[in-house]
């Protein structure tokens, strides 16, 4: 049984950090949010994107998962948009082939636990480049795999929401969705801290 949640999820205990090889087609699955769709799509057994497709999207996107990864993905995302503490590390993600930089910045993302923040200067001083707070903001904004690849816990240093999804026009709104899922309050576009949830 798995302690997180009422129903168990599909046991996924390999983590795969590779870029996918284009060998077998995208498949793409719809999950529902309480602020609308999101988009997951897998290829080679691995997740390699997560997209938010909106609120009142006519979408053609299938919503039944068809294979064990796409199980696991529906039930832990079902889960965490209900408020569940889920851990994603589970899953198996391709990163993309990008460089090494972004690669060392997604890498470093998935050690920010869940209900907690850290500003884009850790970021840069967890990866050994401290002066590179905007590169790394540059970084996060082309992670193909928000969510499970957490840059939504990334905030600037005097605790305001920042950037995300590429400056997407509900960016913000998403972004603080995403962290009072997990706990965090905002007042004003700036977050509220209680007790260590702001660590930089």
């Excluded at 996060?140 to 990334?154: A, D, E, F, K, Y």
Aim: hydrophobic content about 40%.
């Amino acid at each position: 049984m798995d302690p997180l949640g009422e129903a168990p999820c599909l046991a996924y205990t390999t983590l795969m950090m590779e870029s996918a090889a284009n060998l077998l087609p995208l498949e793409v699955l719809a999950v529902e949010s309480p602020i609308g769709l999101w988009s997951v799509s897998t290829q080679n057994g691995q997740v390699v994107s997560v997209d938010y497709v909106g609120p009142d999207s006519d979408t053609s996107l299938r919503m039944t998962p068809e294979t064990k990864l796409e199980q696991q993905l529906a039930c832990m995302l079902s889960r965490y948009f209900k408020g569940d503490k889920v851990d994603f590390e589970r899953l198996p993600i391709a990163l993309p082939m990008e460089g090494r930089f972004l690669n060392d910045v997604l890498t470093a993302l998935q050690r920010v636990p869940y209900g907690e923040t850290r500003d884009y200067g850790w970021l840069a001083r967890e990866i050994g480049k401290p002066k590179a707070a905007r590169a790394v903001g540059g970084a996060l904004g082309r992670n193909p795999i928000p969510i499970l690849v957490p840059c939504h816990r990334i905030i600037t240093r005097d605790g305001l929401l920042g950037g995300f999804m590429r400056d997407h026009p509900a960016g913000g709104r998403i972004k603080e969705f995403l962290l009072a899922l997990e706990g965090l309050r905002f007042n004003k576009g700036r977050l509220v801290v209680s007790g260590s949830q702001l660590l930089n």
